[in-house]
């Protein structure tokens, strides 16, 4: 259905308040359910912009338009520096301007929330929800990646490439112990053939033009 801005709705069911990572999955599941969304979004489209669709330039974005422009206040534990906060002010939100790398967490964290009292957060009761995100575009190294990756979601999840060996050993010394290549919170990388598939596109793209038939 397309999107016609002339034609709005008088009334819809639910009204969402930015389209961010958030905002957007939970529009789309909405409107998959059977109700009327309307998305409202502070920030432009972006569609387009080569900034947005290049995720290696990430961090140029926060010096752009389509960031909110957030500092945290100066004070003399950062020398009276104003450090930025970026913000993604744009379809999208953060989504359309993060570093498009994909983090579970790690599995002993939502054990102990579970231990703590949180009933039904525990790592193994959450890996179906991470495996229906992901549509994994890795190896199958010996069935450990089936059990724990997840095939034909509507994220597109890879292992990184390769990098060079002097970066190689710097990742591993830098995040060991706590993480190992191949565990399931080992950081991965959302892909969309080199360039960023932004939720609104692939969730409830565009706002406004994806409502129920
Ligand atoms: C530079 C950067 C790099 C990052 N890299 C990664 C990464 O590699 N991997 C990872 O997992 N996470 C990363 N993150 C974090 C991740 O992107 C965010 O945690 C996540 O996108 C936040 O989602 P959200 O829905 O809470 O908020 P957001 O995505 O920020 O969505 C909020 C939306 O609400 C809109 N909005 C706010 N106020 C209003 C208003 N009054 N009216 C209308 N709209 C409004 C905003 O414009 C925005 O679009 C990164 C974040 C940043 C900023």
């Known amino acids: 259905m397309s999107f016609d801005p002339h034609h709005i709705p008088d009334a819809f069911d639910i009204i969402i308040v930015g389209s961010g990572s958030g905002g957007s999955v939970v ?15 502070a920030g432009g489209d972006g569609r387009g912009d080569p900034l947005l669709e290049d995720p290696t330039r990430w961090m140029q974005v926060g010096a752009s338009r389509h960031d909110w422009g ?28 993060n570093a498009m790398m994909w983090y579970r967490g790690h599995p002993a964290d939502y054990d102990r929330w579970r231990d703590l009292g949180c009933t039904g957060w525990g790592f193994a009761e959450c890996l179906p929800a991470f495996r229906a995100c992901e549509d ?4 199958d190294r010996g069935g450990a990646d089936c059990a724990l990756r997840g095939r034909g979601g509507p994220l597109k999840v890879a292992p990184p490439p390769p990098p060079p060996p002097r970066a190689r050993a710097e990742r591993v010394e830098g995040v060991s112990p706590c993480f190992r290549e191949g565990d399931p919170s080992w950081p991965t990388s959302r892909t969309g053939r080199g360039t960023r598939r932004r939720k609104p596109y692939s969730g409830a ?3 406004g033009g994806h409502r129920r038939a």
Request: hydrophobic share 40%.
């Open 136 to 139: 994994w575009a890795g190896e």
């Open 205 to 207: 793209s565009p706002v």
């Open 70 to 97: 957030h500092h945290y206040a100066a004070h003399p534990a950062t020398l009276n520096r104003a450090i930025p906060i970026p913000r993604g002010r744009v379809l999208g939100g953060c989504g359309t301007t």
């Open 27 to 41: 529009a789309r599941r909405l409107v998959d359910a059977g109700h009327d969304v309307l998305v409202l979004e």
